[in-house]
């Protein structure tokens, strides 16, 4: 989530806490947050808990688990998110699957993209372009790249939705001057090295053993509100029966709001958490869609419960800010949780 996003998103969780608190919501809060979706937001919240509520904002805090934590009768963490039909659940970090041992002995994506030299083609590609602004960075520096990536999708037009698109739409247009053509050009190639690169990569995962201990403990901690590699780090080194029982005792929901309509839908975790205790779960690798997929595998169901994709989430694919997206699978948006 960018800066800009946090902004407003921190803003209307504040505006939320205030809500149910009854307290009164500051000018500056009303001009950057989204009232409506934290009057939902709010209301709902007040509706599922007792009259003795006082809800506490918790934003980023590194010590809790969700946005607010609920104190009533007791103590719940609620994760608010602000979403469009689906969002993503985490951004865990583009290294998680190694740094956590997932999949053993293998490369980390970071180190893999260096290993075959892939920074090296996609500053290739971008030095195809001869008519660059005279004050861009020298190409040691990695904003040499990002600053030519944007030029180019400036030179297309590209400034909304995806760029890849747009670079075909350029290419299929008589109209699109030379410069566009080289420009969108270059954009396919970079995204095209960018999804080979990719599939290279998930082979090399593929043929090394997984651990099946961590992948469980993984998925358990992420569906508990464990989204960053920070949180994760803070339970890993626990076994998978006492993760079980200390995620059980937590209580911790997920308030999603919808941007548009401002519906507002509630998640319960525990639930699930329940129903996989006894599941195989395991990694599947998607080389058609460049994902990983998370199974769980039992005498009831085979199912995924977790889609891994890697991405980039600024410029376009192979530029800047390598991540993995992780969003639910089938299994649990098919599931009342």
Known sequence: MGKHERGWVEATERITAKLVNGNNVTEDLEEEGRRELAESLAQRISQDFSESLELEHAGNSYDSLGDFIAKDDGKTYIEAKFVRKTGTLANPGQDV??????????????????KIGFPEKVEKELKKYPDYPEDMPEW??????????????????ASRGPTAKKAREVLEDESSSDNQKLAAEIIQEIVQKDREEKLKYLEHLASKEQNSENVKKFVFLLLCGYHTQGKIEQQFSRDVEDITQFLQDKSYEIYSVDK?????????????????????????FDKENTKVEITANSAERSDTVLEMAYNWKNKFQGIQNPSINVFEGRYLKNKDW
């Open 260 to 284: 548009n309509s401002a519906d507002v839908s509630v998640k319960t975790p525990s639930e699930v958490l329940e129903d996989l205790i006894s599941a195989d779960i395991g990694l599947e």
């Open 140 to 157: 040691k520096y990695k904003t040499a790249r990002y600053k030519r990536a944007k030029h180019l999708k400036d030179v297309i037009n």
């Open 97 to 114: 699957l190694t740094e956590f041992d997932l999949v053993e002995n293998a490369e980390s994506w970071s180190g893999f993209r260096e």
